[in-house]
Nanobody, 120 residues
């Protein structure tokens, strides 16, 4: 069984920073692409950023220059450093990972989400 657990969300003022973490645990052989998505009230879930196993990154235009995605392959953990937060960044943030289990099954997994609220 595989589990992704996010942490680090919270309430922050505009211009502030937060660091989200995503810890993957369970029967994991390897992790491919990891990503962060977000969903604001009344809106569809959208891509924020992705990172490959070799460190190639991709960002939504709305967060380029403000957010940085990273990962620690040895710890099966992903990160999202968010700087210069804006009210429009308010959403539930979800971690996603495409991974290979110990019995060689490949699948796409999601965390439970963590709330980020940017407000004065």
């Amino acid at each position: 069984q595989v589990q992704l657990v996010e942490s680090g969300g919270g309430l922050v003022q505009p211009g502030g920073s937060l660091r989200l973490s995503c810890a993957a645990s369970g029967s994991i052989r390897s992790i491919g692409v990891m990503g962060w998505y977000r969903q604001a009230p009344g809106k569809q879930r959208e891509l924020v950023a992705t990172i490959s196993s070799t460190g190639n990154t991709n960002y939504a235009d709305s967060v380029k220059g403000r957010f940085t995605i990273g990962r620690d392959n040895a710890r099966n953990t992903g990160y999202l450093q968010m700087n210069g937060l804006k009210p429009e960044d308010t959403a539930v943030y979800y971690c996603n990972a495409n991974l290979l289990t110990m019995d060689y099954a490949r699948g796409n997994y999601w965390g439970q989400g963590t709330q980020v609220t940017v407000s004065s």
